[in-house]
């Protein structure tokens, strides 16, 4: 590569690092590796912050690990980290040796945390002032940290670095130089402790619509902040664990996770759901008499499970989302029921005239369309309030309520389906006769 095209391909990098981490993750990862190591980690900490982490992980692999170390010291702690712990034991150690010693410490403190904790999240990137300053003080004491980054507050803290309260910066440069900054504080609301989990900081950030949080050890030391970038990032994570979890996948496994810790992680899942299916066949097989008689019946069956779960997966995803999204709590469970089994009883009304009138035109069948109409009004009722009462349940005993509730519920529409419509069948035979 010429000194000109170098040149080019920098000023890309350094202008266009969205574009720019969409190309490498296409490329084959020997060449995405070349490019990043032909330029500086000023550069490409940025663009590296923007690829997912598996594969940038693959990529700065594949780097000398003195370059390797300077990219992990530009980055983010939230971005070291995701990439840190997809590395060997050996590998991650050699690179931490290789890190100053302030970053090697404040990485390997947040190592120790778990990866879904607020303690993880954190970004030693922040200011703390005691409160017997004045602003002048305060402002020179700003004007020696040019290195950092500067946020939007100010922390105030004791001789022992526990967290009094805050100032915003612009109060701070808005004000008078010989003021004390006692005169401008205001309560810290909005924190989180090292040990909370993400669900408690997106909580907390939906409660208060900060830009970032500070984090708190449990004796009330500032230990660092989670910035707004980072808060977006894990509100958006959670925000997708529901539609992993509700279909039995771990909330821990990727995309690009290896095939066995996939297989640990959904097996268990899937042997559940085995359980469950035989459940279903045995109602089934409870009606072998019936079925064999009239076989039309096993033609209709999947019909009645199919709109019997359909249904289920409407309230189901309705209701994880208003959870998750804290538009609705357990102790309104009698509304959202309620709410629900009205609109099981009119969409099953609905779909009932519909399937019944196929049914007679298909089999020229009164007593048949009759019966596959009353099952599917009753399937899609019970399949309607199930959908919500299953994440409920979940929530109201502490649990996940996306934790693999379409496991729960297929189970319940699929037994409910079949009984009903078999059931009514067997019940009411001699109108098929």
């Given amino acids: 590569m010429t000194i000109i095209e170098n040149a080019l391909q920098e000023k890309y990098l350094q202008n266009h690092p969205s574009e720019s981490a969409s190309i490498l993750e296409k490329m084959h990862i020997e060449k995405s590796s070349h490019i990043v190591a032909s330029h500086s980690p000023d550069i490409i900490a940025p663009i590296i912050e923007k690829i997912s982490p598996d594969i940038a992980t693959m990529i700065v692999q594949h780097l000398p690990e003195d370059h390797f170390a300077s990219i992990v010291q530009k980055l983010s702690n939230f971005y070291a980290i995701a990439i840190l712990t997809r590395l060997s034991d050996l590998k991650r150690e050699s690179i931490l040796n290789l890190l100053p010693l302030h970053n090697k410490n404040f990485l390997e403190k947040s190592l120790c945390y778990p990866t879904d904790s607020a303690g993880a999240l954190m970004e030693s990137d922040f200011i703390a002032c005691q409160e017997n300053l004045t602003v002048q003080d305060a402002i020179q004491h700003l004007n020696n940290l040019k290195e950092y980054k500067i946020g939007r507050v100010i922390y105030i803290v004791d001789e022992e670095f526990h967290l009094q309260s805050k100032i915003e910066l612009q109060t701070l440069l808005l004000a008078k130089k010989d003021a004390q900054l006692t005169e401008l504080t205001s309560p810290v609301n909005a924190l989180v402790q090292d040990t909370d989990e993400k669900v408690r900081v997106v909580s907390t950030l939906d409660k208060y619509r900060v830009t970032e949080l500070p984090v708190i050890d449990y004796e009330g030391r500032l230990l660092g902040i989670i910035p707004y970038d980072i808060l977006v990032e894990t509100s958006k994570e959670q925000a997708t664990l529901d539609i992993v979890t509700m279909t039995g996948a771990s909330k821990d496994e990727r995309a690009l996770s290896t095939p066995w810790f996939a297989i640990k992680k959904r097996l268990p899942w899937l042997q559940i759901n085995l359980l469950t299916a035989f459940l279903a066949a045995s109602v089934v097989s409870l009606f072998e008499n019936t079925i064999a008689t009239y076989t039309v019946l096993a033609v209709l069956l999947p019909i009645v499970a ?28 009698l509304r959202i029921l309620f709410k629900e089994a009205r609109i099981g009883i009119f969409n099953g009304l609905a779909i009932a005239l519909t399937t019944s009138l196929g049914v007679f035109i298909w089999s020229r069948s009164t007593g048949l369309a009759f019966i596959i109409g009353i099952s599917m009004i009753l399937s899609m009722f019970i399949a309607s309030i199930a959908g919500a009462a299953v994440p409920l349940v979940l929530s109201a005993c502490k649990q996940d309520p996306a934790q693999s509730s379409s496991v729960v519920l297929t189970t319940i529409t699929d037994v409910t389906g079949f009984f009903s419509f078999l059931g009514i069948a067997t019940l009411l035979s001699s109108l098929l006769a």
Avoid: P
């Avoid at 249904?311 to 998750?324: C, Y």
């Fill in 306 to 333: 199919g709109q019997s779960g359909n249904t289920g997966s409407q309230a189901l995803a309705v209701t994880i989302r208003g959870l998750a999204l804290r538009e609705i709590h357990t102790m309104q469970w």
